[in-house]
């Protein structure tokens, strides 16, 4: 039975996305005064529907993944590709709730908040043919946590030690109570590989990953695709349909568009809103989309000199050194302006980490800067800059980035600044993050369904997703706290606490949330998006006839 924080923590986690809708039927979402409300649609298990054995399916993907490691990869299109072929401890599902996936139940967490034991499925096997058992889910935690380059360190909160008990239990002994832990391990930090493959590759595992899964790996072209195939030793192997997926990289948003309309991929994901209202309208297709628990946004470097992770130092420049000049930058952005004429009104301004409507969205938790250029360059004028004052900003070379680059560019220019757009291709500027070889860095997150993955990551010293080196004791302290309580109403108020102190030191500056857009043939079923922004495939199926 588990243990009434347990309890608390599973309630807390599902009650945390009331606001966001997750269900498969249709529900309206808010959108920015003078936009119009968009219907979610998550798509739909196969339930019985007459689909066919076997067939490859084609998914145009719109962005390269980086190297295909849980531990390591920090992009969400390596998570649609580890989705087939990389199971979890646990999952969120279509209603938002978290559910077992290579564990048997939810964690029975002790009365202190300090042992959390997962119960393990038995008879799983990697697709290597390795048994999956507590020593296996041990060795993959264990690397999560410690690995030098890691990802997934700061997700998984203070652990001092994770021993396996038996084949079918292991037990995390924490510092201190960490409520966020059973959301963590239903993403990346609970994705378990194959030790075999690990003592084989080690670092590179990424190279050819071997999880528990629907698929397997098979091969990778740079640039061009992905491809896995239906893996016969996986337990559910019975309710997998296709005999294979290709994600072929189609970076172009028109011509990602255009192949789905042709046929020549069944899926495609990042449907661009200029595309999808025309998709829509198609009987041949289905846009399946979703309001989205992530941001994206301007991340300014204040002391990420030699990599992320690595001990802060101050960078000598009037951006870095004065919270004042960020101000005054976050003030010459007009939000919900950018996302009407950029995005025909299919996206909503954001201001801040917390999801709206949410269990932990409050007035101070959600509150929006007033969008005020005059104000702005009194602020630059009161830092001692000239105006305009110059920022060179990388940002993604897709046509959606680039383009609301290009508008926000406009947009500040009226506060006194000259943005300077320097394009980068995707990958190599999740790579330039972390090196921290940046002045100004706009990309996004696409968001988890606990708020600490949404703030610590990117917030707290020494973070391996902290990649502005931001720095503050205050907030540190405040991000502790918010992780370490059950109650959502605390939790919601710590996270107000922190929200306003985001915004009087602007280390990120928060600009719009995506809706989830996603394109389907009508001659597939079981294809899911969710407001993660995961494309599901593994019990997709092509329909009979």
């Known amino acids: 039975m588990l243990s009434r924080i347990a309890r608390k923590v599973a309630i807390g986690l ?75 401890l646990y999952d969120n599902d279509s209603a938002g709730h978290l559910v077992p996936q290579l564990a048997a139940a939810l964690p029975d967490i002790s009365p202190d908040g300090l042992t959390v034991t997962v119960p393990l499925r038995t008879g799983p096997k990697f697709a290597d043919g390795t048994d999956f058992d507590a020593e296996a889910v041990q060795l993959s935690l264990q690397r999560h946590l410690t690995m030098k380059t890691s990802q997934r360190t700061s997700e998984m909160g203070p652990i001092m030690r994770i021993d396996a008990v038996g084949a079918d239990r292991v037990v995390l002994h924490f510092k201190s109570p960490f409520a966020p832990i059973t959301a963590a391990l239903a993403d990346r930090a609970g994705m378990i590989m194959s030790p075999a493959a690990l003592a084989a590759a080690g670092d590179y595992f990424g190279d050819h990953p071997v999880c528990v899964g629907p698929f397997k790996f098979v091969a990778r072209v740079p640039q061009t695709s992905i491809t896995v195939t239906r893996d016969p030793l ?74 992320v992770g690595k001990p802060v130092r101050p960078i000598d420049t009037p951006l870095a050194r004065d919270p004042r000049i960020r101000e005054a930058l976050s003030l010459s952005i007009d939000r919900p302006q950018l996302v009407r004429t950029v995005f025909d009104g299919w996206f909503d301004s954001a201001c801040t980490p917390i999801v709206p409507n949410s269990t932990y969205a409050t007035a101070a938790g959600t509150t929006c800067p007033a969008y005020d250029p005059q104000r702005a360059k ?62 100004a860095l706009f990309l996004g997150w696409s968001g988890r369904i606990d708020p600490d993955a949404n703030t610590a990551r990117f917030l707290t010293t020494g973070s391996p997703g902290n990649y502005g080196g931001y720095s503050s004791p205050a907030m540190d302290d405040l991000l502790s706290r918010a992780g370490r309580v059950t109650d959502p109403g605390q939790r919601a108020g710590l996270y107000g606490q922190a929200v306003g102190l985001i915004e009087k030191d602007n280390p990120y500056l928060y600009t719009y949330r995506i809706r989830v857009l996603t394109g389907q043939s009508t001659a597939v079923a079981g294809v899911e998006v969710y407001p993660d922004g995961v494309v599901r495939l593994g019990k997709a199926a092509f329909l009979a006839g």
């Open 378 to 439: 009194q602020l630059l004028t009161a830092a001692g800059v000239p105006a305009p004052y110059r920022i060179m900003m990388q940002v993604s070379n897709r046509q959606a980035d680039l383009r609301y680059a290009q508008a926000l560019q406009s947009s500040v220019a009226a506060g006194g600044f000259d943005l300077q757009i320097v394009p980068v291709e995707y990958s190599a500027l999740l790579d330039v993050q972390k090196r921290g070889t940046f002045e």
């Open 234 to 307: 996986y337990y559910d192997a019975a309710h997998v349909h296709l005999d294979g997926i290709t994600y072929r990289i189609i970076a172009d948003d028109n011509i990602r568009a255009a192949n789905l309309r042709s046929g020549d991929v069944q899926v495609a994901d990042t449907i661009a809103p200029a595309d999808a209202q025309v998709l829509a309208g198609d009987s041949k297709l289905r846009l399946l989309q979703s309001s989205s628990l992530g941001f994206q946004g301007l991340t300014i470097n204040l002391g990420n000199v030699d990599g």
């Open 14 to 88: 599902a009650v945390a996305l009331l606001g966001v809708p997750v269900t498969t039927a249709c529900s309206p979402t808010q959108h920015a005064a003078g936009t119009p409300a968009h219907a979610d649609d998550f798509g739909s298990p196969v339930a019985g529907r007459a689909v066919r054995a076997g067939g490859d399916l084609v998914m145009g993907l719109s962005s390269e993944p980086d190297r295909l490691d849980p531990t390591t990869s920090s992009s969400l299109y390596t998570r649609v590709v580890m989705n087939s072929i990389c199971e979890k």
